[in-house]
């Protein structure tokens, strides 16, 4: 009596595997994209509960997220999916780094102009590898949804909050998490 291996390898026809890609294991770009969207999320809502409860970190979060999906998809690379919750990220964390930058001239009368428009222009820093006609337009809703923002970015304790360093590493990592994209899929 045959095995049933013999039979089975008689009647089925044999099966043309393609050739293997060494690199079908590696990850996809955007999917480390996306991770590194995700736990700046993590890590930025930690570092503004610090000032802020909770309440108003979240809906920061949700408002900007929610007025970023009304803009147009000029970040051509990322998915549409992705965009809201990228700018919100570079929004928020482009603010933290404005504070820690201009944290002298905190007394000034003016420090509030000047908190939004280099807000607004350190948020430009991490696009710039995915587009540069867009730019206005971006530097336009930083200014704008800042401004609608307010009242859930106003610092709530009247206390000096102490330098505050952590935003600087997810500014960093979504502009290394930008550029990566946008060099992987030019290439593509």
């Not at 089925?12 to 770009?29: G, K, Q, V």
């Not at 200014?143 to 609608?148: F, N, T, Y």
């Amino acid at each position: 009596m045959p095995s049933m291996v013999a039979l089975c390898e008689k009647e089925s026809p044999t099966i043309a595997y393609p050739p293997t890609n060494p690199y079908r294991h590696s990850m996809d770009p955007g999917v480390a994209v996306a991770l590194v969207i995700a736990l700046t999320t993590i890590g930025t809502m930690a570092a503004m509960a610090r000032s802020q409860p909770w309440q108003s970190v979240i809906f920061a979060f949700l408002w900007i997220s929610l007025f970023s999906m009304i803009l147009p998809n000029l970040l051509a690379p990322i998915p549409r999916w992705i965009t809201p919750i990228f700018w919100s990220n570079v929004l928020l964390n482009s603010r933290g780094l404005a504070k820690l930058i201009l944290r002298r001239w905190r007394a000034t009368e003016f420090y509030g102009y000047w908190l939004i428009a280099v807000t607004s222009v350190l948020s430009l820093v991490p696009l710039l590898p995915l587009t540069i006609s867009g730019l206005p337009v971006w530097f336009a809703s930083a200014a704008i949804l800042q401004l609608l923002s307010i009242p859930w970015l106003i610092e709530k304790k009247p206390v000096v909050p102490p330098p505050n360093w952590w935003r600087l590493w997810p500014w960093t990592f979504l502009s290394a998490a930008a550029f990566i994209y946008a060099r992987w899929h030019a290439t593509q």
